[in-house]
């Protein structure tokens, strides 16, 4: 079975400009969350989806926002760059709680640089 | 906010020997994970621990949960230069999706 898949692996923009990423759970997970890795440091929580509805949000500014589709992929998009958003957005999917297996599986991730 | 303190930050070790890696809060968690990221990839899980003074093996891997659920350590026995990595803690204050990270430790076991 595929794993959590993220596109693309690696951006680059300039500040002002908009992205998109994009995130596809393993089959079967319902729940998505995004997290933010800069260089040197733990992830750090942004959001959490889980059928398609918000479940939580961590301490991002409003330039960061989300979704989740139907088909339970995940889009997670930042407005108005700034250089300090330049980090490894990883998205993880899971089965939900109380499922009595909520192992977190985190896909690769994906570079952003932000010049 | 809970927040989880790892130390040290860098370790650097020769094929053979033992480390520890340590992860600390001022508050309580109800359980804890520990992960491994390599370079380019995302943190993989290595365990949960959920009772207070359990201890879990993983291999030469040693994974302990302090008494009070506040620290916890993780101990490689005879590392291997397939240990190296980037070792994090985790807490979950009510959902697994939204996990507190400590900041890691990097781990560098040379041949």
């Known amino acids: 079975d595929a794993g959590v898949t993220q596109s693309p692996t690696h951006l680059i923009k300039t500040r002002g400009q908009q992205v998109t990423l994009r995130c596809s759970p393993i089959s079967g997970h319902k729940s998505v969350s995004w997290y933010q890795q800069v260089l040197g440091q733990g992830p750090q929580f942004i959001f959490q989806y889980y059928e398609k509805e918000e479940r939580g949000r961590g301490n991002f500014p409003d330039r960061f926002s989300a979704r989740q589709f139907p088909n339970y992929s995940s889009e997670l998009n930042v407005n108005a760059l700034l250089l300090g958003d330049s980090a490894l957005y990883l998205c993880?999917?899971?089965?939900?709680?109380?499922?009595?297996?909520?192992?977190?599986?985190f896909g690769s991730g994906t570079q952003l640089s932000v010049l | 906010t809970q927040l989880l303190e790892q130390s040290p930050q860098f370790l650097s070790i020769q094929e053979g020997e033992n480390l520890t890696v340590y992860c600390n809060s001022s508050?309580?968690?109800?359980?804890l994970q520990w992960y491994r990221q390599e370079p380019g990839e995302g943190p993989v899980l290595l365990v949960t621990?959920?009772?207070?003074?359990e201890v879990k093996k993983l291999k030469r891997l040693t994974f302990q949960f302090g008494d009070a659920r506040k620290d916890s350590s993780l101990h490689i026995t005879a590392a291997q230069p397939g240990d190296t990595g980037l070792y994090l803690c985790a807490g979950a204050p009510d959902s697994w999706g939204k996990l507190q990270f400590g900041a890691g430790t990097q781990v560098v076991v040379t041949p």
């Open positions: 508050s309580v968690f109800s359980s």
């Open positions: 621990v959920v009772t207070g003074g």
């Open positions: 993880a999917s899971s089965l939900p709680r109380g499922s009595g297996n909520e192992k977190l599986f």
